[in-house]
């Protein structure tokens, strides 16, 4: 997949979504786009955040979302450091744009 030819408009809409399900997927997306990251230690903590057990510690749990948040950040740096110049992907009520940089700043 090639970021210098991407469509403006709603990538991700998250709005029916948990802010930690919207977060996975922009870190997803942005794998597929080549950001590179221990995807299967993604994926191991993404299901055990999925599927908490309730004899795990909390403090593993706040250790997992710490790194997503992180992991996050960077994710959508990459994206942005990627994509062809003029234009900025965007986080909006939960959701994910690919805007044009004038478009952005008229929205802030």
């Known amino acids: 997949m090639n970021l210098s030819n991407a469509e403006t408009g709603c990538w991700i809409d998250g709005s029916h979504r948990s802010p930690f399900e919207f977060m996975c997927l922009v870190i997803e997306m942005a794998h597929d786009y080549g950001f590179e990251l221990e995807y299967d230690q993604f994926v191991k903590d993404v ?6 057990n309730p004899n795990d510690a909390q403090d593993e749990a706040a250790e997992i979302l710490d790194a997503l ?3 996050y950040e960077d994710a959508l740096e990459y994206l942005n450091t990627n994509t062809r110049p003029g234009f900025v992907w965007v986080v909006e009520d939960q959701s994910l744009f690919l805007m044009t940089e004038e478009d952005a700043n008229a929205s802030q």
């Open 69 to 71: 948040d992180w992991t």
């Open 47 to 52: 299901e055990w955040m999925r599927t908490p």
